[in-house]
């Protein structure tokens, strides 16, 4: 946990320390829901071990736009910082083992790396890294197609189709996973992946 926490600020180690004491282990298995559309998030996640989803109810169909690994943190930050209801669920699509935060210990962190600005732009970028990947996500439902959508997503992250089940790749990349297996069987005979 101290390196996960050593790699994503530049603070001293009895700082760190003390940052550590706040974050409790945990594991769960797959498909574990660690924060439902609705709720308020009162805890932010690292992934140690594992893969998760992030997914909203669209119509009654869950819409996949994001997936984190190992080395990550994930939480519904805007319900985690205001206290509103987060607008996605949270959910463990392998096993995995996490360590987690409670709101209240993380704002003990954030007042301790305000006063170091190297933290808080360290921390401002992560938050921007997030915003870009969902920019960037959006736009490639309003210029590309899904075909390209897929060779993107291959190109890219390709350890995201190596991991993730085939529904959940769909669901991300906007389309049925019938569909999906199309794309997949016309790339594999023009031997494009």
């Given at each position: ?86 607008l996605f669920t949270i959910e463990t699509i392998e096993s995995c083992t996490l360590c987690f935060v409670y709101k209240e210990d993380m704002d003990k962190i954030f007042k301790e790396i305000n006063n170091s600005s190297d933290s808080v732009e360290q921390f401002l970028d992560i ?67």
């Amino acid at each position: 946990m101290l390196e996960i926490l050593k790699n994503r600020f530049n603070l001293p180690d009895d700082q760190l320390a003390v940052f550590e004491s706040f974050y409790h282990p945990l594991k769960v298995p797959a498909k574990t829901i660690l924060l439902r559309e609705g709720e308020i998030s009162k805890r932010a996640f690292i992934i140690k071990e594992g893969c998760l989803r992030v997914w909203f109810n669209n119509d009654g169909t869950d819409t996949t736009f994001q997936f984190f690994f190992e080395g990550e943190n994930v939480s519904s930050i805007e319900s985690f910082r205001k206290q509103t209801p987060s607008l996605f669920t949270i959910e463990t699509i392998e096993s995995c083992t996490l360590c987690f935060v409670y709101k209240e210990d993380m704002d003990k962190i954030f007042k301790e790396i305000n006063n170091s600005s190297d933290s808080v732009e360290q921390f401002l970028d992560i938050i921007l890294d997030r915003q870009l990947h969902y920019m960037k996500h959006c736009l490639s439902f309003i210029r590309d197609s899904p075909t390209t959508r897929y060779i993107n997503l291959l190109s890219e992250n390709p350890h995201i189709v190596r991991r993730v089940p085939q529904h959940y790749i769909a669901s991300y990349l906007g389309i049925t996973p019938v569909s999906l297996s199309r794309i997949r069987n016309k790339l594999m005979k023009e031997n494009k992946f």
